[in-house]
């Protein structure tokens, strides 16, 4: 479900213009599915955070690898708790990644 987001990063070679593209990408889905948008713009917030930080930068390898991790690991977290089916679990993540949100800023 959340996958793609990560698959846009490999596709795209983890650039700015493949954040941007998550982060439009996870807006339009957002929008599109009432059920999983805050999981959606959890994840555009965080690809959009990523690109007003770096976009006029140069980006170092080490800084480049440790954005994609994190962000690889939100999504995961996403999807795991989107696969158990629990509501706890599913606010527990999304909690978790605005927490993370909330200090990156």
């Known amino acids: 479900m959340f996958q793609e987001f990560v698959q846009i990063l ?6 700015i213009h493949a954040y941007q593209r998550c982060a439009a990408r996870g807006y339009e889905k957002a929008g599109a ?30 800084v ?10 939100h999504v995961s977290r ?5 696969k158990a089916e629990t509501a706890d679990a599913q606010v527990a993540a999304l909690n978790r990644i605005a927490v993370r949100i909330a200090e990156e800023r």
């Not at 490999?10 to 650039?15: C, F, K, N, V």
């Not at 996403?78 to 989107?82: G, H, K, R, V």
């Open 10 to 15: 490999d596709d795209m070679g983890r650039s």
């Open 33 to 62: 599915d009432p059920d999983h948008a805050a999981a959606y713009l959890l994840i555009a917030l965080v690809a959009e955070n990523f690109v007003t930080r770096n976009e006029r930068m140069p980006l170092p390898a080490d």
């Open 64 to 73: 480049a690898q440790a954005a994609y991790d994190q962000f690889a690991r």
């Open 78 to 82: 996403l999807e795991d708790a989107y």
